[in-house]
């Protein structure tokens, strides 16, 4: 077979018939280099490198965003050799690979062997050979994607022309370029004649923003992942040339697609949804910008001289989408000139001409009428996680040559190792587990047992292996997993607690934040400060690592610190209000845990649209109880005023005593948090480190604190200006991400409470003890008895504060008052809770349980294991 032109590779990359030779093709910080020069200092590089006719190359290319890198990139490719590429980092590959040429840094070429022997090349390599990829989920180990000229050169151009990509337009490396996705950005942009920007450095920077607009960016390409950390830190927002946001790498849900095309279509820029891998070069499908709000659950049509078709007998899995009625499902099949040459697992591979002539992608789809595709599952012997693509038996037979039997199985967010007991400890497995798959070990579940499931014929029976993960139905498992069930699932509707969503994304929020901490720590023994933020699943698995118990453990119980502080700070409120004693500072208490939850339950979520769901939902649980006692007050009895039903005495009468200052500080604080948050600059900030931006506006607001106490006393101090160091004091405690930064954050709130109430030390000395035990303990000691009584105060502390005024009307004795308001709040809290959240009633624990396993099995009852059929 004759080797491929030089000059024709060369042309492949350098050659546009629209732009010209000082048209920048490339930006960096050292400025631009235009495609005429490009050319040149390309060819130089070419004609340094060892002729091709003498031999072609295998040339090791660390490949990053910059200059010097992208053009000895370039030049491998023009002097007809062929390019390993792997990230900057990483060079594990070479000791398989041995490469003849290594790329440096700087743009130079060393020779692997000595200068004598460079006119025998290491390997055999097959004309057709350009480039070798790892796939997305195979970084590290042998396998290697092999790409052809034709396979880059078809790519390139079907992607500028569904993108529409013309020499105005600029895209930006916001991916890494050894990548797949990442490098068919650059191949895309050079063959149409466009600009890209290299910029070193991450998404996260704080300057990523600001260099778009610089450098008059028009296209972004990003995975799910990516998306996320733009549109937290306002990156999307503000762009002025920003033509298109072009995401793939793994789904992102139908909303959100809609969510974002219609912003962009507000903004002036459009979404493309696209689907790829690396087997195919890069893309495969493109969704049109103006569509993706149309079908926001579609990757696309197929990219120009390119096909797809179902293959039903692929369907050998679980299916997550229902087959009718919206036509046949099967294992999507991709044909083009983008189908790779085949798999490298052995440098005698190499030689290797085309073994695949289409792609089984192992993702399970639909095709309507239209052509247009729907991915609806995966075979089990691929998944996806984190937007990496996984092959669960390239991982298994890994973990095999590390002298571990395992049967690897995964879903969407997690990788799962059923392995023999006593071979390697679980922490062992994860870590290895996370060695050959690339991914944070976070995301890999271990399962340790006594004899791997098998199939009739011997195999490894994948099914019961991932129950083993998925279900978690064994014994004492089960038991748990339905005792976490009862706790949560009235909390979060009777729809049925999912073990593998958090108690935030079932609805959670911090009003039932106390019963389900009382009620979990019961079971499980202490929480992890994230406990609300991980699957009910990890939760239910905190029972087999509970600590062994003490002596007291029969008579104490540890309780999240910040349900005790709002149990005792009502009972201090109401107890003080009626004379019982006098403790006050509570509700300023209360006010440094409110923002420590509202850090906790809506700060957390990276989408704006998201707070603001979040905060609106909290919002209405507090004003609508707040807004029915005051109208009680006010129509039934005149004692309060119109401006206490509207929430808006603070800004009508701020000089006249207020019952209800709490709650209109509360709601005033909270829709001024979000409200800068949606700031994209404010956003970057807090998303880039959230703890530092938060201190720098507890000091600011520390201002009014100060002023208004040395200009004014009396009701002033309820003011939201004045009291709103208190809640943001709690939501810098929340995210203190050291003991250091912890111990800071608490020594300004202690110093700031001091003298907070002249004369009246006791009160401040119960605040900055509040505080204290907020930032620095976690947990509190609570004996059992008490914890129940305590969780339901808690649960109740807004509507004990509310009604208790009404109460002392009707009633002398002051432990009467006392016992009443709290009966009274305990009662509109239940009340207000069902009326509000309509609840139905819980199933019985177990059996809700065994009904969602029973719905599972029928589902793969229906379905054959991937083994079952050899």
């Known amino acids: 077979m004759p080797l491929l032109d030089p000059r024709q590779v060369r042309a492949t990359f350098l050659v546009s018939d629209t732009a010209g030779a000082h048209h920048p093709a490339l930006i960096d910080p050292a400025g631009c280099l235009g495609y005429g020069e490009l050319a040149d200092r390309v060819a130089a590089l070419a004609a340094a490198l060892p002729s091709a006719q003498a031999g072609r190359r295998l040339v090791h290319v660390p490949l990053a965003p910059d200059r010097d890198l992208v053009l000895g990139y370039l030049a491998v490719l023009s002097a007809g050799h062929v390019a390993l590429i792997t990230p900057p980092e990483h060079r594990s590959i070479t000791a398989v690979y041995q490469p003849d040429l290594w790329l440096h840094p700087d743009g130079t070429f060393e020779a692997a ?57 600029r895209a930006v490396t916001s991916l890494p370029l050894h990548y797949c996705f990442g490098l068919s950005v650059l191949h895309a942009q050079l063959r149409a004649g466009a600009t ?52 793939a790498g793994g789904a992102l849900p139908p909303e959100r697609v809609r969510e974002l095309a219609a912003r962009g279509r507000a903004a002036g820029w459009g979404m493309a949804v696209m689907y790829g891998q690396t087997e195919a070069t890069a893309r495969m499908a493109v969704l049109p910008p103006e569509l993706a709000e149309r079908y926001p659950d579609a990757v696309g049509w197929p990219i120009a001289g390119s096909a797809f078709r179902l293959d039903p007998a692929g369907v050998d899995e679980p299916v997550t989408a ?30 290797l001409g085309r073994t695949h002539s289409e792609l089984r992608t192992g993702d399970l789809a639909r095709i309507d009428a239209d052509g247009l595709v729907r991915i609806v599952g995966r075979r089990s012997d691929f998944v996806k996680i984190m937007g990496i693509r996984i092959d669960l038996g390239q991982v298994e037979r890994s973990l095999r040559g590390h002298g571990l039997r395992s049967c690897v199985t995964g879903r969407d967010d997690q990788l799962q190792v059923t392995y023999r007991r006593g071979e390697q400890s679980p922490d062992q497995v994860r870590d290895l587990a996370a060695q050959v798959s690339g991914l944070s070990r976070s995301v890999i579940s271990a399962r340790a047992v006594d004899e791997l499931p098998l199939l009739p014929n011997g195999k490894p029976d994948r099914r019961r292996s991932a129950d ?105 409120i109401c107890g003080s209000h009626v004379g019982l004693f ?52 006010l129509f039934g009895f005149g004692t309060v005023h119109w401006s206490n039903v509207a929430l808006v005495h603070w800004l009508v009468r701020p ?45 600011v607001l520390l201002v009014p604190r100060y002023v208004v106490i040395a200009l004014y006393d009396g009701p002033l101090r309820g ?42 030390p006791a009160r401040n000395l119960a605040i900055m003890l509040g505080l204290t035990l907020l930032a620095l303990v976690p947990a509190l000691p609570v004996p059992r008895l008490l914890v129940r009584p305590l969780g339901a105060l808690a649960a109740a502390s807004l509507h004990i504060y509310l009604v208790q005024f009404q109460v002392f009307a009707f009633f002398g004795a002051p432990i009467l008052k006392f016992a009443v308001a709290i009966a009274a709040g305990l009662g509109f809290c239940a009340a207000g809770n069902h009326v509000l959240h309509r609840r139905l009633p819980p199933l019985p624990p177990v059996e809700v349980i065994r009904r969602r396993m029973a719905a599972r099995q029928l589902v793969r009852e229906d379905m054959t294991c991937v083994d079952a059929r050899s």
């Open 113 to 169: 062997t000595p200068a004598s022997d460079t006119d025998a090349p290491r390997h055999l390599l097959h004309p057709d050979l350009a480039v070798l990829l790892s796939t997305s989920g195979s970084t590290g180990s042998p396998k290697l994607v092999r790409l052809s000229h034709d396979n880059v050169l078809s790519n390139a151009e079907a992607i500028a022309s569904a993108l529409s990509i013309t020499p105005a337009d």
């Open 582 to 633: 006098r403790l006050a500072g509570g509700a300023h208490i209360l006010l440094a845990v409110a923002g420590f939850l509202f850090a906790r339950y809506v700060l957390t979520s990276p989408a704006t649209a998201e707070r603001v769901r979040r905060s609106a939902r909290i919002a209405v649980g507090v004003a609508v109880p707040a807004v029915t006692v005051a109208a009680v007050m």
């Open 196 to 247: 890209t920007v290299l910029r070193p450095g991450s998404v996260t920077d704080p300057g990523f923003a600001d260099d778009l607009r610089r450098d008059r960016v028009t296209l972004v390409a990003a995975t799910p992942h990516v998306v996320d950390l733009l549109d937290v830190q306002g990156v999307l927002d503000h762009q002025p040339s920003l033509r298109l946001l072009a995401q």
């Open 719 to 760: 003011l939201p200006g004045t009291v709103a160091w208190l809640f943001v004091a709690g939501v810098a405690m929340a995210v203190a991400d050291s003991r250091k930064r912890r111990l800071v954050t608490t020594a300004v709130a202690v110093a700031a409470a001091v003298g907070f109430f002249p004369g009246q």
């Open 468 to 572: 083993l993960h998925v279900t978690e139905t064994s014994g004492q498992q089960a038991e748990t997993a339905a005792a976490v069930v009862a706790v949560l699932e009235p909390l979060v509707g009777s729809d049925g607690v999912d073990l593998d969503r958090s108690f935030v994304e079932l609805g959670g929020d911090s009003f039932s934040h106390v019963v389900a901490s009382v009620g979990l720590t019961r079971l499980l023994g202490d929480l992890p400060p994230d406990w609300h933020h991980r699957p009910v699943r990890d939760l239910v698995a905190l029972a087999d690592r509970r600590p062994p118990s003490r002596w007291w453990s029969p008579l104490v119980q540890r309780v999240d610190t910040t349900v005790v502080l709002r149990g005792v700070a009502v009972v201090t």
């Open 322 to 351: 229902p087959a009718a009625p919206d036509g046949p499902v099967g294992e999507l099949v991709f044909t083009g000139p983008g189908v790779m040459l085949g798999y490298a697992e052995h440098p005698d591979h190499l030689a």
């Open 655 to 699: 000089q006249a005593s207020n019952n209800f200052w709490f709650v209109e500080a509360y709601l005033v604080i909270v829709a001024v948090t979000v409200a800068a948050l949606a700031v994209p600059r404010l956003r970057a900030a807090y998303a880039a480190d959230a703890w530092r931006t938060t201190m720098v506006a507890f000091v």
